[in-house]
């Protein structure tokens, strides 16, 4: 790991820093990288720390192990049930410290590297971008034990591939692998395992060349469209965005094109 980095065996959440790319990594793998209230925590802090830091730019949560997540860890709700507490407790932002985060404006990629089970799955919906290893499964199988997905999955889901086709997989809890997932339009790109890292990290670097308040401004433009009743709407307040008046201000897009007319790369500011 790189200078500013860390490393909690407590929580079983690692961050490290590379430049403008930070990376989140689950590491609990011999629970296939269950989540434990510690690591919701982990998981908060780390997010905030991307949220924050201005020179970090784009945020990869990946795991370690043959699985990206199980969800939630049955075992450690069920005793914390059995002494009358709150079998999960979540952080501010909700489940995995971001399911509920929606000012940040900076892109997310999840690395998929194994199964992506339950609340697994919804972390990997909550990103901006899914890279999946070839062969790797996503299910939200919670109503096969009498559960309901409630860490965002099914509405993050019907946004991302259609009513019909969320509820067919939120109702069966079936499992549906990267190819479907690829072709249901929930995954991004699919790699060789072997090719993940290095796949995830191309990605990564490609965006950091992007113009980082225009970026955000982009961003909000996708998240919010579909808050309004149309799409004459939504183009007639895009104007009425915080990081689209960010970008206005920036002075991003006369540098943008003055750098490619001169044949240089940009210079962008801190954000």
Not at 56 to 67: D, E, S
Request: glycine share 10%; with cysteine.
């Amino acid at each position: 790991m790189t200078g500013g980095d860390s490393a909690d065996s407590a929580c079983h959440v690692l961050v490290s820093a590379d430049g403008p790319i930070l990376t989140i990594r689950l590491n609990r793998p011999e629970k296939l990288n269950a989540l434990t209230p510690e690591m919701h925590q982990g998981l908060q802090t780390a997010f905030d720390r991307f949220a924050t830091e201005p020179t970090l730019r784009v945020a990869i949560l990946a795991a370690t192990g043959r699985a990206f997540s199980a969800g939630s860890d049955i075992k450690i709700a069920a005793e914390r049930r059995a002494r009358g507490e709150n079998p999960l407790v979540l952080p501010k932002s909700g489940y995995g410290g971001i399911v509920e985060r929606f000012d940040l404006d900076k892109p997310i990629i999840a690395a998929v590297n194994g199964d992506a089970l339950g609340g697994g799955f919804e972390l990997a919906l909550a990103c901006d971008l899914i890279v999946a290893a070839q062969g790797v499964a996503f299910a939200l199988p919670e109503v096969k034990q009498g559960l309901v997905a409630i860490g965002g999955g099914p509405h993050r889901l019907v946004r991302a591939i259609g009513t019909t086709r969320a509820m067919d997989i939120t109702l069966t809890g079936r499992r549906v692998d990267a190819a479907e997932g690829l072709s249901l339009g929930f995954v991004n790109r699919i790699v060789p395992a072997e090719q993940l890292d290095a796949a995830c990290r191309e990605l990564a670097e490609a965006l950091v060349q992007c113009g980082p308040k225009a970026q955000a401004a982009a961003k909000q433009l996708v998240d919010k469209t579909l808050d309004h009743a149309s799409l004459q709407e939504a183009i007639a307040r895009q104007e009425d965005l915080p990081a689209m008046k960010t970008w206005r201000d920036s002075g991003e897009g006369r540098e943008g094109t003055k750098a490619f007319a001169e044949k240089r790369p940009p210079q962008w500011t801190a954000r």
